[in-house]
């Protein structure tokens, strides 16, 4: 692994961490490894169920829908404790919306990707 990969992932670490997915649970693993595949490839996110997840999936030895559930589960966790505040406070989704608003996986995916690709190129 390249400085510059182990670089991107202890920032992703760090988003998810600070976002409320609990790092105990094997959706943040998963989560990790989506969110640094889409920064390296944004194109994958047009295939989320049909490349993105069956690849994480190799990569962690299950199918792509065990992949896709355990990292519904983790979002879910992480909504039902902080209702997304801080992904909502770190992405700028305001209004009244953001008290409820719950993004999809493939959000959080696109989302946390895109914050970490404009650091990199303002960097």
């Known amino acids: ?13 760090r988003i998810l961490v600070q976002i409320g997915i609990p790092a105990n649970l094997q959706g943040f693993g998963y989560f990790r490894e989506c969110i640094y595949f889409v920064v390296k490839e944004p194109t994958i996110l047009k295939s989320v169920t049909k ?6 999936g190799e990569i962690f030895h299950v ?12 979002s879910e966790v992480a909504y039902d404790k902080t209702k997304f505040k801080k992904i909502n406070d770190l992405f700028g989704i305001s209004g009244n919306e953001s008290a409820c608003y719950k993004p999809t996986n493939s959000e959080i995916i696109a989302l946390v990707a895109e914050f970490l690709r404009m650091e990199l190129v303002d960097a």
């Open 1 to 13: 692994m390249e400085i510059f990969d182990k670089g991107i992932k202890e920032k992703i670490t």
């Open 51 to 56: 490349v993105l997840y069956p690849q994480v």
């Open 63 to 74: 199918n792509g829908s065990a992949v896709e559930r355990c990292m519904r589960h983790a």
